[in-house]
């Protein structure tokens, strides 16, 4: 059974550090692993989609990788701001066609 | 990018009453939609996929006859929480897969999530 995890659960920054959340996945055969972004009391925000035969993929200030034979993903999130504040989500898209989502890294980032 | 949307946002309701949620693929044809509930500070997780046409698949320890969903045309599905109690208060959102040109499934393709709705049973 597919379980994902994600470190640290929570973190707390001044503004303009880079950060780095990790996910961890046991069973790595997965069709592709999204991150997502939740603000409280909110919906998902897609953020980065990679797919399984991808390494990784950029958009703006943010940076995810996938190592799918360790089971390994990392968000890098550049030169962090206040709005970047909000829990993210990392989940995996299995065979069955449904995601199975980690328990998310609340981050807040301090003006 | 495709849109989810979810109907209604925010449902209060009595213990004992039953709630419909819908949730529509607004410009694309969804034959699988899933949905997930999410508790308080937890994450989500997979409540039931619907297929269109069959019955919905439900996952270990989710009650059909609580929670009947019905997905009876490619562009929308229901969850109805059958005499709902307090412990059923979430929130419940529901994700759509597109279905692909020309019908042909492509198994890595993208999924678009609804806004959520929020459920509170008093």
């Known amino acids: 059974k597919q379980e994902v995890t994600q470190i640290p659960a929570a973190l707390s920054v001044p503004e303009g550090e880079n950060l780095v959340l990790n996910c961890s996945f046991t069973d790595s055969a997965i069709y592709n692993l999204q991150w997502f972004r939740q603000d409280p009391g909110k919906g998902l925000t897609s953020l980065l989609l990679i797919q399984s035969s991808q390494r990784e993929q950029t958009s703006g200030r943010l940076n995810a990788s996938l190592d799918k034979s360790s089971g390994r993903s990392t968000l890098y999130i550049a030169a962090s701001q206040p709005g970047d504040s909000a829990t993210y989500l990392c989940?995996?898209?299995?065979?069955?066609?449904?995601?199975?989502f980690g328990p998310g890294t609340r981050l807040s980032v301090l003006p | 990018g495709a849109v989810v949307s979810q109907h209604p946002s925010r449902v209060i309701c009595k213990s004992g009453t039953s709630v419909k949620i819908e949730c529509r693929s607004l410009?694309?044809?969804?034959?699988?939609m899933f949905w997930y509930r999410q508790f308080p500070k937890q994450s989500l997780m997979l409540m039931a996929t619907s297929n269109e046409g069959s019955k919905a698949t439900y996952e270990q320890g989710v009650e059909k006859d609580k929670f009947l969903i019905n997905h009876a045309s490619l562009t929308l599905s229901t969850l109805t929480v059958t005499s709902a109690h307090p412990e059923d208060s979430s929130f419940y959102i529901c994700?759509?897969?597109?279905?692909?040109?020309?019908?042909?499934?492509?198994?890595?393709?993208?999924?678009?999530f609804g806004p959520g709705t929020r459920l509170t049973v008093l």
């Open positions: 410009d694309f044809q969804a034959t699988t």
């Open positions: 989940a995996v898209l299995i065979y069955g066609q449904n995601f199975v």
């Open positions: 994700s759509a897969r597109d279905r692909g040109a020309g019908g042909h499934l492509v198994h890595s393709r993208e999924q678009f």
